[in-house]
C-alpha cells in the first residue's frame, strides 16, 4: 500500500525528486502537483477528496475505464507464472503469442503481423525503421524521406518528435532529424477559405503530391499521418482527403502509414480510424488503449506485403528488452477480449458514440465564441474564436484555451486546450447519463468563460 501521506508532503517530495514530462518544472513546484490516489469507471479521485470527471481517459488512453478488477488479476497471475522473458533468439511465450493472434482478429482484414514495443513513440520510430528497410530490401535504397503533417503528434523520441509537426519540440534537440519533412494539415477551419470541406480536402492531399515531387518519388519512403490528429486539436479531416491520400501514395509506390495511438481501439466507434475514413496503409502503430494504459505497451501492425519484404530481408536489428513484456501482453490480451466480447466497442459506435456527437453539437454550438464543433464516436473538439462571422481566431492561439480549461479544471472536469482547440475523449464505458453530466458541467463551466472574456475586454 502507498505511504499515507498528507497533500503537503506528497507535493514537497514530488517537487524535490520528480522531473515531470512537458512541464515548467519551477512552475510546477510553485503551486505544487495534483496527487491522484484512485479512479473508478470515469471518475478520478484526488488526495483532497475531490470527484473529477475525467473528460480524457488519462491522456485519450484509459478506453476500458479505470478500477477493473479483471486486468490487475491477470497481471498478477502472469507476474507469477512468468514476469519476464524476452522474446529475442527464438523465444516467445503464451501470453504474447495469444495477444498476436487476438490482434490479428480485430486488425483490418491483411494485417496478421505485429511488432511489440513499449509506448506510441517507440511503436512510431520501429515504424521508421521498418519504413526503410522495407525500401533497402526491395532495392531502392534512396527511398529514405517520411512526410508528415504539422501539428501532427507522434511521440518524444527522436524519431516520433521529428516526424511530428510541433515546432516547439523540433526547437529543443536540433530537430527534425534528416529525411523527414513535412506539409501543412488538413484543417479546412484555418486553410479552406471559400472551399467547401470536400473540395479542400482534395487540396490538402494535393501538398503531399506536391511535396513527393519536390522531393522526388524515388526518394520518398512513406507518408505518416493520424486518422484525426489527437494532440494537434482533434483535426478531423474532410472525407475527401484519405481517399485521395491513398491514391497519390498508390501512384508514386509510397507506404502509407496511420498512426492509430489515439484512434486505435475503439476510439472512433470503429475498431481503427482507417476504417472510419475508408482507407487501408501499409503500416499502421499503436498504443494507449491497446492496455487502456493498465500496462505500457504498444504494437506496430504491418500488412502481408511489409511482413513478407521484412522477412525477406533475413535478420531485422530492430527490438526491445521488453519487446512482448509478458504481463503487458497478457494486460492487452485481457482489455482487447474484453472491449470486444463486452460490447464496449460497438456500444461506442451504435450508442454513446452518436449520442455524444449529437449531444456535444447541442450544447457547444450555442456559444457566441464556439466554432467547427467537430467529432465522431468517443472523440470530440470545439474551437475558441473572436468571431464566427469571418472565422476569425483569437491572437496568440493557446492563450484562450488554457484559461478556458482551466475553467473545467475548477469544476473538477478534465478537458484538454490543444492551442484553442478544446478537446474530449473520456474513457468508452462512458453511459448517456454521465455524458449528460459532463455536458451540463461544461456547459456552465462556458457560461463563465464567456463571462469573463468579456469582463477582461478579449471580445
Ligand atoms: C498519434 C500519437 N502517436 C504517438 C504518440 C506517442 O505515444 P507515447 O506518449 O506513448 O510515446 C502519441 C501520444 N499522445 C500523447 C501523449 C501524451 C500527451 C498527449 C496530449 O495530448 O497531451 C498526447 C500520439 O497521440
Redesign the pocket.
Known amino acids: 500500500m502507498q505511504n499515507q501521506r498528507t497533500t503537503t508532503e506528497w507535493r514537497e517530495l514530488d517537487a524535490a525528486h520528480h522531473l515531470h514530462?512537458?512541464t515548467d518544472t519551477n512552475s510546477l513546484n510553485q503551486q505544487g502537483a495534483r496527487v491522484i490516489t484512485k479512479a473508478e469507471g470515469i471518475y478520478l479521485y484526488d488526495s483532497e477528496g475531490n470527484k473529477i470527471l475525467d473528460g480524457?481517459a488519462g491522456?485519450?488512453?484509459v478506453n476500458i475505464g479505470y478500477g477493473r478488477k479483471d486486468l490487475p488479476e491477470v497481471a498478477k497471475q502472469q507476474m507469477e507464472q512468468l514476469a519476464y522473458y524476452n522474446t529475442f533468439f527464438k523465444t516467445t511465450h503464451p501470453a504474447v503469442v495469444e495477444l498476436s493472434h487476438l490482434l490479428s482478429e480485430v486488425a483490418p482484414e491483411g494485417f496478421k503481423h505485429v511488432f511489440y514495443t513499449n509506448?506510441?513513440?517507440?511503436?512510431?520510430d520501429t515504424m521508421i525503421r521498418m519504413v526503410r528497410r522495407y525500401w533497402d530490401v526491395k532495392g531502392k535504397k534512396d527511398k529514405k524521406t517520411l512526410i508528415g503533417r504539422w501539428n501532427?503528434?507522434?511521440?518524444?523520441?527522436i524519431g516520433?518528435a521529428s516526424l511530428?509537426g510541433m515546432t516547439y519540440m523540433h526547437e529543443q534537440g536540433d530537430l527534425p532529424i534528416p529525411g523527414i519533412v513535412h506539409v501543412e494539415q488538413p484543417w479546412w477551419y484555418k486553410h479552406g477559405k471559400d472551399m467547401t470541406p470536400e473540395e479542400f480536402g482534395l487540396a490538402a492531399a494535393k501538398w503531399v503530391e506536391d511535396k513527393i515531387l519536390e522531393v522526388g518519388a524515388d526518394k520518398v519512403a512513406a507518408f505518416v499521418g493520424?486518422p484525426i490528429?489527437?494532440?494537434g486539436g482533434v483535426i478531423v479531416p474532410p472525407s475527401t482527403y484519405w481517399p485521395e491520400i491513398q491514391r497519390i501514395c498508390q501512384k508514386y509506390d509510397i507506404l502509407l502509414v496511420a498512426?492509430?495511438?489515439?484512434?486505435g481501439f475503439g476510439r472512433t466507434g470503429e475498431w481503427f480510424g482507417q476504417q472510419v475514413f475508408g482507407f487501408k496503409p501499409d503500416i499502421f502503430?499503436t498504443?494507449?488503449g491497446l492496455s487502456s494504459g493498465y500496462q505500457?505497451i504498444?504494437a506496430v501492425f504491418v500488412n502481408d506485403k511489409v511482413a513478407t519484404t521484412l522477412a525477406a530481408g533475413g535478420d531485422f536489428n530492430h527490438g526491445f528488452t521488453y519487446s512482448g513484456h509478458p504481463v503487458a501482453a497478457a494486460v492487452a490480451h485481457a482489455n482487447v477480449k474484453a472491449l470486444r466480447d463486452e460490447g464496449i466497442v460497438d456500444r461506442v459506435k451504435n450508442d454513446t458514440g452518436p449520442y455524444m456527437q449529437k449531444r456535444w453539437r447541442e450544447v457547444f454550438s450555442q456559444f457566441e465564441h464556439v466554432d467547427d464543433v467537430r467529432g465522431v464516436g468517443l472523440i470530440q473538439a470545439f474551437t475558441l474564436v473572436k468571431n464566427k462571422a469571418t472565422r476569425e481566431l483569437f491572437p496568440d492561439f493557446g492563450e484562450i484555451g488554457t484559461m478556458c480549461r482551466d475553467i473545467f479544471f475548477k469544476n473538477n472536469l478534465i478537458m484538454?486546450a490543444?492551442g484553442d482547440h478544446i478537446?474530449s475523449a473520456p474513457p468508452l464505458v462512458i453511459s448517456k447519463e454521465e455524458i449528460d453530466q459532463m455536458l451540463e458541467t461544461a456547459a456552465k463551466c462556458m457560461v463563465e468563460f464567456e463571462k469573463q472574456l468579456k469582463e477582461r475586454g478579449l471580445v
Open positions: 514530462p512537458f480524457m491522456l485519450w488512453c509506448s506510441g513513440s517507440e511503436s512510431v501532427g503528434y507522434h511521440g518524444s523520441t516520433g511530428g493520424e490528429q489527437g494532440a498512426d492509430e495511438v489515439i484512434c502503430t498504443a494507449k505500457p504498444g484538454r490543444c478537446v
